[in-house]
């Protein structure tokens, strides 16, 4: 079972990052990214307002560019297309191996499941800006299928293959399915 795990603010992204900002009553919202779109364009103090958005905040993954394809053998063109859900799963699966103290090979060829909780496709319609954008690897990088699939493909596991998408219950019956 993978458990997808968040970045928070300063770039953590452990159980004791998430703890710090439980215990000490923190949010870890921020004002929403220029890089992400002109939220002026769209903003009004009015929640009434038609087409238009009354907050300028919420939660942001930060630095997914930072993403190091060539260690999980994916070559740049590709990276490019790949959702940062995916990105984010491939990263914390290997944090996960790291803190458990064992190797991903040894578990090659074995007939270990992945359940994963996923949902939305946003990226999709942020890395598919126009047609010239769109090439072979558009879908395998956003589609929940291939996204789970590249895990178990990259872990040579043989076992069953769940991405689950139940909106805000993702991860709940993800782990209820694998159990």
């Not at 997808?4 to 000490?24: F, H, K, Q, S, V």
């Not at 009434?48 to 999980?72: I, L, N, Q």
């Not at 499941?113 to 072979?136: K, L, M, P, R």
Request: hydrophobic letters at 35%; a negative charge; aromatic letters at 10%.
């Amino acid at each position: 079972i993978v458990s997808m795990a968040c970045r928070y603010p300063g770039g953590a992204t452990t159980p004791e990052a998430l703890w710090d900002l439980l215990a000490n009553g923190r949010d870890a919202d921020t004002e929403m990214p220029a890089s992400r779109f002109d939220v002026d364009a769209f903003y009004d103090s009015d929640p009434e307002a038609a087409g238009k958005t009354y907050s300028k905040w919420g939660g942001f993954v930060g630095e997914v560019d930072k993403f190091d394809a060539g260690f999980f053998g994916i070559p740049p063109r590709e990276a490019k297309s790949i959702d940062p859900q995916e990105r984010l799963l491939l990263e914390t699966t290997w944090e996960l191996f790291e803190r458990i103290g064992m190797k991903p090979d040894d578990l090659m060829g074995s007939d270990t499941g992945v359940y994963v909780g996923i949902s939305a496709n946003e990226y999709t319609s942020i890395g598919t800006g126009g047609s010239h954008d769109i090439d072979a690897y558009t879908v395998l990088g956003t589609a929940h299928s291939a996204v789970v699939g590249r895990l178990s493909y990259w872990l040579g596991l043989e076992g069953p293959n769940f991405p689950v998408d139940t909106a805000c219950s993702s991860s709940l019956v993800s782990l209820h399915l694998a159990c």
